[in-house]
């Protein structure tokens, strides 16, 4: 199994982003968050933001940039 989940794991990373995060978020939805409202709400989350990334609705920015867009901010 180890090594399934290894060969699984090497072809997920050679994906294209979006096709990355659309399998994201198809093995997160096999996943039974249970009947704990908290995990449920992040899972819906999770879900909408997935959504957005992989229809193109969001701008994904670098890290360094958000940073800096926040430190600016808190110059203000």
């Known amino acids: 199994m180890t090594d399934l989940v290894t060969d699984l ?3 997920a990373n050679a994906l294209p982003s979006e096709a990355q995060a659309r399998l994201a978020q198809e093995l997160l939805a096999t996943l039974d968050p249970g009947d704990d409202p ?3 709400s992040w899972d819906a989350e999770i879900r909408k933001r997935l959504d957005e990334v992989a229809n193109g609705t969001v701008r994904l920015i670098p890290t360094n940039d958000a940073f800096a867009q926040v430190r600016r901010a ?3």
């Open 9 to 11: 794991t090497a072809c």
């Open 38 to 40: 908290v995990e449920v």
């Open 74 to 76: 808190l110059r203000r």
